[in-house]
């Protein structure tokens, strides 16, 4: 260890270095200090040693410059520090002497920061202010983005049509964020070709009209993004002139392109472009890319309604020519029907002269073939009527009258007679004698083809020695009328289907007896426009049918 005093050599080389060894950390704490300041610390310390070096104290000139040059502390202080120390022979740095050193440090630069900032209060408050601007600026922006793709979605469910979408899409975004062209392009069928849908401004009509589009794969913007499926932002820099995209307009800046996908696929692109280089930031990706997906949702939408009309015109087309074709066939069977009634009636009519004897005596066996004319003449001219019937049913509407269930049905089981006699089959009526003339709205022809008709077909489906029974009542406002036989019944699921029309059970036992399938449905028919309904019901073949038409009563 040296003497503690130094010659004069030695205590000015010492202060020398140790002044250096200052100005070197006074210079590593820069960032609390300014340079005026700075240079006041040195100088002022420069002052304080040369004080120091009268008394020639090499300890005091140690203890001064190591504290000093611990003001800005970092390991390259403290080494530089020890070794100029070592090298005159002085004790070099304890770590106790650092510590507290360091916390005399510590309070120093306590003190310079609230100087600094005491000094600059207003410049940091409007920093502050700047920031909390600048963040409330990009909290609108997003809420506005947000607003707009709730815009978009209202659009969305308003407009089904693809080209008033896309077109109110680029102009609503278009004023929004102020922008000077958004376009939207959409791949053709085989993502071949990027067509321009939707374009804003003069320019956007000009390329919409001349059917502006891209090569899907080509290195454009939109091409990148369509194959890359993400955002691409891009910006033109100050010395760049041509614009370097296709799609992109004269003074363009700034482009955002961004993808349009619906279930996973990509289905086009939107480009927004702007004449200010900062029109966009990486944070409005984020609003920018909500609205384009809920745009590729309503675009979806949009061509799934579009299928479903084209369909659904397809189908009311088809169902037109069906019912032309439907009005030519009952024009048809009208016409048909109306030319076969006059014969008919000759026919009927000069078969019952011969039967009468007028045309000159019949012997037996002419009287059996001219009752089998009779007979199939007038199942024939039944045909025709429910033909006619049923025709005029669909084409007219009448005006109606109460009419009384009970004698139409009392007429028609006496009709009926005879030919249950003929057939060896017992008819027999119960007609709610107690309970009124059970009353109904109807026209009485119509009435009379109801009736008929079922107990017609009871006493043509029931073999000799069974039995046919009929029954009227009324109950809560309707009417009931009940045709049961013993005859050979219906098969259980044929029960609803033999009201179809032409419908007939297939079996060589029914077809023998004739008709064409038509009389249930009209019955059917007839019964519904009343607003009644008829069923069958029979416990299966050989078993018998029960069959149940119910009429509203009419009001009395
Ligand atoms: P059609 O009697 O002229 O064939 P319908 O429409 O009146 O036509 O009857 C349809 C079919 O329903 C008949 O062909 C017959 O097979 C069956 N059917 C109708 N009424 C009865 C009945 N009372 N008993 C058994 N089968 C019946």
Redesign the pocket.
């Known amino acids: 260890m040296a003497d503690h005093t130094l010659n004069d050599e030695q205590a000015i080389e010492l202060t020398a270095l140790l002044l250096k060894n200052l100005r070197e950390a006074l210079f590593d704490s820069r960032a609390y200090l300014r340079p005026a300041d700075l240079q006041r610390v040195a100088d002022a310390q420069a002052q304080i040693f040369l004080t120091y070096l009268d008394s020639r104290d090499a300890e005091a000139v140690r203890r001064h410059g190591a504290y000093l040059c611990t003001v800005g502390v970092g390991e390259q202080a403290v080494l530089r520090i020890n070794r100029t120390l070592q090298r005159f022979g002085l004790q070099r740095l304890t770590g106790e002497e650092l510590a507290g050193f360091l916390e005399q440090v510590d309070e120093y630069q306590r003190r310079v920061v609230e100087g600094y900032i005491a000094q600059n209060t207003t410049q940091i408050l409007e920093e502050q202010e700047r920031i909390r601007s600048a963040l409330q600026q990009n909290l609108q922006r997003y809420t506005l983005q947000l607003e707009t793709a709730a815009e978009l979605a209202r659009t969305a469910i308003s407009t089904l049509e693809l080209g008033s979408l896309l077109t109110s899409t680029v102009d609503l975004i278009g004023a929004r964020f102020g922008l000077d062209y958004v376009a939207i392009y959409l791949l053709d069928e085989d993502d071949r070709y990027a067509e321009l849908w939707a374009a804003t401004g003069a320019e956007g009509r000009i390329r919409l009209s001349a059917r502006h589009k891209l090569r899907a794969n080509s290195g454009n913007s939109v091409g990148k993004c369509l194959a890359s499926r993400q955002h691409i932002l891009q910006v033109l820099r100050s010395e760049e002139q041509c614009p370097p995209s296709p799609s992109w307009l004269e003074d363009t800046r700034a482009e955002m392109v961004l993808p349009l996908i619906t279930h996973g696929r990509v289905i086009g692109a939107l480009s927004a472009q702007s004449t200010r280089a900062g029109a966009f930031s990486s944070q409005d990706v984020i609003g920018f890319q909500i609205m384009c997906d809920q745009l590729a949702n309503a675009i979806e939408n949009s061509r799934l309604y579009a299928d479903a009309q084209r369909r659904a015109e397809d189908l009311a087309h088809a169902y037109d020519q069906l019912k032309e074709l439907e009005t030519l066939k009952d024009q048809f069977m009208q016409n048909i029907s109306h030319e076969l009634r006059t014969p008919l009636t000759m026919i009927r009519g000069y078969a019952e002269f011969m039967l009468g004897g007028q045309l000159g005596e019949v012997d037996d066996f002419q009287r059996d073939a001219l009752q089998v004319i009779l007979r199939n003449s007038e199942a024939l001219s039944d ?1 025709v009527t429910d033909i006619l019937a049923m025709l005029e049913l669909s084409a007219t509407k009448v005006a109606l009258s109460a009419l009384s269930m009970q004698d139409a049905v009392q007429d028609s089981v006496t009709g009926f007679q005879i030919v249950a006699a003929t057939n060896g089959v017992a008819l027999s009526a119960d007609l709610a004698p107690g309970n009124g003339a059970c009353p109904v709205m109807a026209r009485p022809d119509h009435l009379r083809r109801i009736i008929d ?2 107990l ?3 006493l ?3 073999p000799a020695g069974g039995q046919v029974h009929v029954r009227l009542w009324e109950r809560e406002q309707r009417v009931y009328l009940e ?1 049961s ?1 013993t ?4 098969p259980v699921h ?1 029960q609803e289907r ?2 179809e029309r032409f ?3 297939d ?1 060589s036992q ?1 077809r023998s ?11 059917r028919e007839l019964v519904q426009s009343y607003g009644g309904s008829v069923s ?1 019901a ?1 416990p299966g073949v050989g078993q ?2 029960t ?1 149940t038409a119910i009429l509203p009563r009419a009001p009395l």
């Open positions: 045909m008709n079922l017609g077909n009871a043509k489906f029931t045709v036989d005859g050979i019944g219906i044929f033999i009201f419908f007939q059970v079996s029914r007896r004739g008709g064409a399938g038509l009389g249930l449905a009209l019955v069958a029979s018998g049918s069959f």
